[in-house]
């Protein structure tokens, strides 16, 4: 696997091994979900009962709840079925949803697009194809989108007036010339590039959120301190985002104490000495990061399209320190440590709100989101925070080969 060619990303990055009657898993069907032996029946049910762990959690806290990732590799056997279902599900329960993920047109990263669901289900198809199963459950639920910028809306109801924003992220990641060359990830500083055309046929397909994955606009090393080029690269995409008429979250994927490899545990595609992790053993980093968002919500205060910031992009210090995916296996061991999201969040909240009281706040657990590890997640008195799933159960589905 050539890393100069790879638009990496988590969603991409990891393969699931594939067996089942036909060489793939499907939906619905029954086979062997979680690897223990036994077959288990796959279908809208079992949606239905692992999202009671999201009902459960909104009803005892009194709290909305939203999907800011979720996806299935384009050629999963259901793959069209499975996002339907899934969709009609978030919007019983008045989640809005974003999907995984929108594919730039950039050609250098065309043939990585696993997730490009306008890619068809031909996994040797590698541009947009006229129309297709999954391309039709898409439209169909977006094409229920209503609200847009200009229109008179307070930003919390769109968060908590039924499913309001449905959309695709967009993945950015600082470029590094050692890793990336001249040409992989493109010319400026972060990447790939997206382009006005490719925001404007997310937006012609019926999309009226994008969630911007991106690097954070701090330095990952100390001093912790703006970086000016990043900072203009979000600037760049924003107005790209209003000028197609759509909503935008902003997602740190990086930032003090913490670049974006860290999210990538357990791969070698990258050199080991890019991985920076320390803002979950570090106090000064965990205040760098609140001083970026700090300094990031007073630039973006008054922009009518920023609806929401999700504070940091799947946070990980489970797998970090106990290198296991099991939330028993972190708490109550780590809890109140500086490991423990439940007390580093808080107070990133609190540095916001210092200069905006009234934008939205998107919060995810621990576990790079998960569901299973949503009851840990501890909900903090800021009566404008929404509270963050990532949804790709399960990963023996959404993320098998070819």
Known sequence: MLAAALLVVPALMVAAPSVSDSGRRSYPGTWDLDGDGDAECFDRRWLEELLATVDDFAARHDVPVAVNEFGVRRWAPGAARYMDDMMDLFEARGMNHALWMCQPAFEPQAIHDAFAFTHGP?????????????????????????????????????????????GANIYQRRVYDELDGSEAMGPGPVGPP????????????????????????????????????????????????ERAGMFATITFRSGPGRSDFSIYQGQSWF????????????????????????????????????????????????????????????????????????????????????????????????????????????PCDDPRTVYCIHQYAPFRYTHQVP
């Open 122 to 166: 031909d996994p040797g198809s590698h541009e947009d194809v006229r129309t297709s199963d999954l391309i039709r459950a898409v439209r169909r639920h977006w094409r229920r989108n209503t609200a847009r910028p200009g229109q008179v809306i307070e930003k919390w109801s769109l968060w908590t007036a039924g499913t309001s924003l449905r």
């Open 194 to 241: 997206y382009t006005q055309e490719d925001l404007d046929a997310l937006a012609e397909m019926g999309a009226n959120w994008v969630s911007i994955s991106h690097p954070g606009l701090f330095t990952e090393e100390p001093p912790y301190e703006p970086d000016h080029e990043i900072t203009a690269h979000l600037d760049g995409l924003l107005a790209m985002i």
């Open 271 to 378: 050199p080991q000495s890019l991985v920076n992790e320390i803002v979950w053993h570090s106090r000064d980093a965990q205040e760098g990061w609140a001083a970026m968002w700090r300094w990031t919500a007073e630039r973006y205060r008054d922009n009518p399209i920023v609806v929401g910031y999700d504070l940091m992009c799947e946070p990980n210090a489970g797998e970090i320190l106990t290198r296991s995916h099991n939330p028993a296996r972190f708490y109550p061991a780590h809890a109140g440590s500086v490991a423990d999201w439940n007390v580093f969040y808080p107070r990133i909240i609190a540095a916001i709100r210092e200069v905006d009281a009234e934008v939205p706040i998107l919060v995810g657990a621990m576990g790079y989101s998960a569901v299973a590890w949503l009851p840990y997640l501890e």
